[in-house]
């Protein structure tokens, strides 16, 4: 009895077996060295809910034909606050990750039905970490390296230049041609809101520093003007308290010295004011000049 109830058990393995090995020829083919799958269902590896014709339970790698070490994973991870997917690269000699190349038109990230417009088209914010978004000459492309600064480079003959911020300034170069990184910037933008066109010491005193010369069609300035000058309660000094004090001084009142605008330069509004005010002044003098002639004048006159 013992020996039948074995026979029927392992019948119905085999029997089993024979059933499952028709069913898998039904769903697999071999064409050469390919095989390929004429189920119209889905797959599922490792597990039995799937979602499209492949639902993997796990990760998934790829390994180099030619080097089986080297290879690419990918999966969902689940870290201490989100899911995330996981791609990489490996690289069995422990040096830099493998190079990654995706040959796609346009790649679009988190646009939602709007399909990419440019190569790369981010729907969010994009985060770069320690490195630079490079503009390379394709006939003769170098990376930029030797660098953590964050920057905008662009390496295309006849357009070298650098947008580069490190140690809080923003700078602007124009020499990408001959020094990627490291060179004296031709413009600086500081946190506290200081330009410097030709400096990277701006002073903190002014918006605006340039070591240079500037050329403008216009320049408006907003200052205080002169024309107290003409009230009643101006003091006018004499014409002989202003040749004393330029004998004393060396140069006219209210005006800086020749020493003093060589160290520390002048401001446009306030000079133009104090120009304004000496106009005034002579102005002034003419008249009272004007006066007196009339009178010499009249008594010339007088005693004829």
């Given at each position: ?188 933008v500081h946190n506290n809101g200081s330009v410097g066109i030709g400096t990277e010491s701006p002073s903190s ?68 004011a104090k120009l304004l005010q000496k106009i005034e002044e002579l102005t002034l003098y003419i008249i009272e ?16």
């Amino acid at each position: 009895m013992k020996r039948l109830n074995f026979t029927l058990i392992l019948f119905f393995l085999v029997f089993s077996q024979l059933s499952l090995h028709s069913q898998l020829q039904q769903w697999w083919e071999q064409n050469g060295n390919d095989i390929y799958n004429t189920n119209s269902g889905n797959v599922g590896i490792g597990t039995s809910t799937t979602y499209d014709k492949l639902t993997l339970n796990g990760g998934m790698t790829i390994l180099n034909p030619s080097n089986s070490g080297k290879r690419l994973t990918m999966g969902v991870i689940t870290g201490s606050n989100w899911d995330y997917v996981h791609i990489s690269t490996y690289n069995p000699g422990g040096g830099n990750p493998l190079h990654m190349i995706l040959g796609a038109e346009r790649v679009g990230i988190n646009t939602g039905s709007i399909a990419p417009i440019q190569r790369l088209d981010v729907g969010d914010k994009l985060c770069v970490r320690n490195g630079v978004i490079q503009d390379m000459d394709q006939l003769n492309p170098t990376a930029v390296t030797g660098t953590s600064d964050l920057g905008l480079y662009s390496q295309r003959n006849g357009y070298h230049m650098r947008f580069v911020t490190y140690n809080a300034p923003i700078r602007f170069f124009t020499d990408a041609a001959t020094n990627l990184i490291g060179s004296t910037a031709t413009m600086v933008v500081h946190n506290n809101g200081s330009v410097g066109i030709g400096t990277e010491s701006p002073s903190s005193t002014y918006k605006l520093s340039v070591n240079g010369k500037i050329r403008a069609k216009e320049i408006k300035v907003e200052s205080n003007w002169s024309d107290f000058v003409f009230k009643s309660e101006y003091n006018l000094r004499t014409l002989e308290e202003v040749e004393n004090y330029i004998k004393e001084n060396g140069h006219l009142p209210e005006i800086p010295s020749e020493k003093e605008v060589t160290e520390n330069g002048v401001e446009l509004g306030d000079m133009t004011a104090k120009l304004l005010q000496k106009i005034e002044e002579l102005t002034l003098y003419i008249i009272e000049l004007q006066k007196d002639i009339e009178n010499l004048k009249e008594k010339i006159n007088e005693e004829k």
